[in-house]
């Protein structure tokens, strides 16, 4: 498994996926994964660094199904594949792991699966970053940072002082999430993160490579 490279152009792009948010599947009931390949494939394409698999409802073998298909798709783009949560799943793929504040723990899972497993781990305040980071995570994503429907349960957004202090105590990656928008990115950025992460700002996307572009900082989209 090849570890991540964070010397590449521009900051770190990280898409999340949900297939239910696919404009191709919303009227799907039930939803299928017909989407998701296609989706994914046009998102590596695009240029993506990280991409996590993240469909919960999906069962372990079709989640498995779904990460092996993805990590013979970034054959050759760069770009690394996380599975949520599930390190087991991910190790069988080939694939990283990106771990939640429910997870196993970053030596854990690096016990467990080897010291070459990349991890990325899901924080919310300054204490849980800092205990990923510890723990041996590659890289954290932080937020929810502007707000988002998809985060309440998380509370109010940390807002862009919560990153900037984040970023500058870690040594490792940390990568903003919550209400992205081609709009509000360059704040997170300039606060300090290495990069986005992000779900809907992808998923309802109708050209992916000119919005990945346009946050590397390589042409495409204004945010104004």
């Known amino acids: 498994m090849p570890k991540l490279r964070l010397d590449r152009p521009g900051p770190l792009v990280y898409l999340i996926t949900d297939r239910l948010s696919l404009p191709d599947t919303l009227n799907q009931i039930p939803a299928t994964t017909a989407n998701l390949s296609d989706f994914i494939q046009r ?5 993506v660094d990280l991409l996590q698999i993240r469909e919960r409802d999906l069962s372990v073998r079709d989640t ?3 990460a092996e298909a993805a990590v013979q798709f970034a054959k050759g783009t760069g770009a690394h594949i996380l599975v949520n949560d599930r390190a087991d799943v991910a190790r069988c793929a080939g694939a990283g792991v990106h771990l939640t504040t429910r ?8 016990r467990s699966f080897g010291p070459d497993i990349i991890i990325g781990a899901s924080t919310h305040n300054l204490e849980e970053a800092m205990a990923a980071e510890s723990s041996g995570a590659d890289f954290v994503v932080f937020g929810p940072v502007f707000e988002t429907t998809s985060k309440q349960d998380y509370g109010p957004p940390v807002g862009v002082g919560e990153l900037r202090m984040v970023a500058r105590r870690l040594r490792i990656p940390v990568l903003a999430l919550g209400g992205i928008t081609l709009a509000n990115f360059p704040d997170a950025l300039d606060a300090g993160a290495a990069g986005i992460a992000a779900i809907s ?3 309802s996307a109708s050209d992916l490579e000119t919005v990945v572009r346009s946050i590397k900082g390589i042409g495409g989209l204004s945010s104004n």
């Open 43 to 47: 998102a590596l394409t695009a240029g």
């Open 64 to 66: 498995l199904s779904i």
């Open 103 to 110: 997870s196993l723990t970053a030596n854990v899972v690096r």
């Open 201 to 203: 700002l992808f998923a």
